[in-house]
């Protein structure tokens, strides 16, 4: 076993950021060593809070001087174990938060210059106040960081309209495996100099470098914004009402979540504040928002529109569209909840995955039919975000079966739904990344070509293996 690191070289990390922004392992470090739903439980001799850029350099140089290995963290909110320290207690975690600062904000160019360690929900904030919109929204927006999420390339609920968070980036200021501090800050909406460095450290999960800061992008703050919960039968009709939202409203359709009827009844069973929005109950819902750059007025006749046609051509049931700015915030809320209601029906398996938009009711229809043929008492709780084919496709424990039972058989459940995922051509993984969680099925499910250029890069760029080692390859 590896002996634990050093006093004196412990010691020499928090010189850097003094005494006062360290947690030591006699502390509570519960929310930095565990995942959220303490499926890896980590230890660390140390966590460490940088406040600027060149101090997150100097804990890189000395890491790598000494080859320590370090875990890079933001809010921790991730669902894939990325940002949980192994079990050695020979792992450092440097966290992002103290670097905190809204550094800039450039109104005539639409950007700002971020922090890592700002709070998404803050930056949103900032975009409204100045009547802007950042569009990245998650359940987790009050407590994630944008360093965390542009190292995870994190989706949400807007990706139809906006992306993914690559899209929603100029620029990044990165240090290095090595320690050296690059400034790629630039506000350019395009630059073909060379190899896009920006975007292989989105997305790559702290592995290659420390994102600190980022040139984010600032859009016109919609003039009108309504929300439309639909009832329907099937996934089939969520479908053709997409595709008709699509032909009718183009860009202006800005969100569209599928949601099964279990799940709203976890909600409004659970959280007696919110009610189902539709009179009678419906095998399934979409939530739909639709923006408009002209009016509320404007958002409205549109929405309307799209859901008189769908009921004209009996592809809905029912629907009901928000009447003000509380009511389309009532709707989110339900929809923001959902995660959150599979704890109190014990213990649940989690699958992020994504396939071709036209096959998620395909998908939907195998999925259901493989589990309940391994499992025939398990109760399905599939819903997200049917515009970029991203279903969260979770079960819930039989009724008859204990928690500890249940997730014993964790990864044989996953594998069969991810065999309908891989047969579908879809993603094991997406918007939530790899980690620790799915490090293994990645490199069952990648081709051989793609693990070694994505080997031959972490090395390159990380030869000595500092970085969030254990994660993603």
């Not at 192994?86 to 922090?115: C, F, K, Y």
């Not at 060379?194 to 592995?207: M, Q, V």
């Not at 997406?430 to 070694?452: F, N, S, W, Y």
Request: net charge negative; hydrophobic share 40%; charged share 20%.
């Amino acid at each position: 076993m590896n002996a634990p690191l050093s006093d004196d070289l412990l010691q020499k990390f928090v010189a850097i950021v003094g005494e006062r922004n360290v947690l030591r392992s006699g502390d509570d470090l519960t929310r930095y060593t565990h995942e959220n739903r303490d499926i890896y439980i980590g230890k660390t001799p140390l966590v460490l809070k940088p406040a600027s850029t060149q101090e997150v350099a100097e804990i890189v140089s000395l890491a790598n001087e000494t080859k320590t290995a370090i875990v890079p963290q933001g809010g921790h909110t991730g669902h894939a174990a990325g940002g949980v320290p192994d079990e050695s207690n020979r792992q450092v975690v440097v966290s992002l938060e103290r670097m905190n600062a809204i550094q800039h904000v450039d109104l005539e160019g639409n950007t700002a210059l971020v922090e890592a360690g700002v709070i998404l929900q803050s930056i949103q904030e900032m975009a409204d106040s100045h009547d802007r919109l950042f569009p990245l929204s998650l359940a987790s927006q009050g407590s994630c960081q944008i360093g965390g999420n542009i190292s995870t390339n994190a989706g949400g609920t807007a990706v139809l309209s906006y992306g993914n968070t690559r899209d929603m980036i100029l620029g990044l200021e990165v240090v290095t495996a090595k320690g050296d501090i690059w400034n790629g800050l630039r506000r350019l909406k395009k630059d073909n100099t060379g190899y896009d460095l920006r975007d292989l450290f989105i997305g790559a999960e702290g592995t290659l470098g420390i994102i600190t800061a980022a040139v984010i992008k600032l859009l016109p703050k919609p003039k009108g914004r309504i929300a439309a919960f639909v009832g329907m039968k099937s996934p089939q009709a969520a479908l053709k009402l997409l595709q008709s939202a699509l032909a009718m409203g183009g860009k202006s359709v800005t969100g569209f979540e599928f949601i099964p009827r279990i799940a709203i009844e976890a909600v409004t069973s659970n959280y007696p504040t919110h009610r189902d929005p539709l009179e009678r109950p419906h095998e399934w819902y979409v939530l739909m928002e639709i923006s408009s750059g002209r009016s509320e007025s404007d958002a409205t006749d549109s929405c309307e529109t799209i859901l008189g046609n769908a009921l004209e051509n009996s592809i809905i049931d029912d629907a009901s569209i928000s009447q003000n700015e509380a009511q389309r915030n009532q709707f989110w809320a339900i929809r923001e909840t959902i995660p959150g209601c599979q704890k109190f029906m014990g213990g649940s398996v989690k699958n992020d995955v994504s396939v071709p938009v036209h096959l998620v009711p395909e998908f939907l229809e195998r999925s259901d039919k493989a589990v309940l043929n391994f499992m025939p008492d398990a109760r399905i709780f599939s819903f997200g975000h049917m515009g970029d084919g991203n279903i969260h496709y979770n079960i819930s424990q039989p009724e008859n079966m204990t928690s500890d039972d249940f997730l014993a058989r964790r990864i044989e459940i996953n594998n069969v739904v991810n065999e309908v995922v891989l047969d579908l051509g879809g993603s094991i993984s997406a918007e939530h990344g790899i980690g620790k969680l799915k490090r293994d099925l990645l490199a069952q499910t990648k081709q051989p070509v793609e693990l070694q250029m994505m080997r031959s890069i972490k090395q390159a760029l990380d030869p000595n293996g500092i970085m969030n080692p254990g994660k993603v390859i």
